[in-house]
């Protein structure tokens, strides 16, 4: 197995579900993350796409360093840099470019990158980058659990965590494939949600994964 196979799995391999959100302010982090722990769930990822995004990673990292704390929509090598001075433990991207290959790899030991693939022509190029856990992505639209189970027979080595148009309804059997590690999904702990403080709602709804 390669070094980014080896440390995602160490990281994100016994979790159930890996919460992705967008959050705007940073008093919130924390909160957050307590009701995803007491409903079970220890990681999450916080995607790049607000201005509080990187002092909400860093908050958690300082001061829940359990939390496996990542971030999302990563680009580009800045971002992935940005990821790393904050404390991410992970980073994930949407998709992967050449260059962003390149830069994870530098990067990899500190904080491995989980790219972004939605084909097998784009799973085997990231294999060849040395990247053997990739997020299957946007999982419902592009094929769901027939397509992402169809990649296993040719690419054994590969495993995915789904993200994108997943639900509680269908977690159970991306779960039950066996190239996947993990999942990722919104549901959990949507932005309205987060927006209201509902961390009551927040962590019936991880609990509702964990317990089931
Ligand atoms: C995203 O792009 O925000 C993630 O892939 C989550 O997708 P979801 O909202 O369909 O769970």
Known sequence: MTTQGAQIDSLLGGVPIVPVVVIDDAAQALPLVDALAAGG????????????ALAVVQAIAEARPNVIVGTGTVLSEKDLDASIEAGAKFAVSPGLTEALAHA????????????????????????????????????GQAGGVPYLKSL???????????????TPATLPDYAALENTFTAGGSWIAPGALIAAEDWSAIEERAAAVTCS
Do not use: D, W
């Open 41 to 52: 769930i220890t990681a999450i990822e916080v995607t790049l796409r607000t201005p509080a």
């Open 152 to 166: 296993s027979g040719p690419l054994p080595h590969l495993k995915f965590c789904p993200t994108g148009g997943v």
């Open 104 to 139: 994870a790899q530098k990067s990899n030991e500190a904080c491995p990158l989980l790219p972004g693939v939605a084909t097998a022509s784009e799973a085997m190029r990231a294999s060849e980058y040395g990247f053997e856990r990739l997020k299957f992505f946007p999982a």
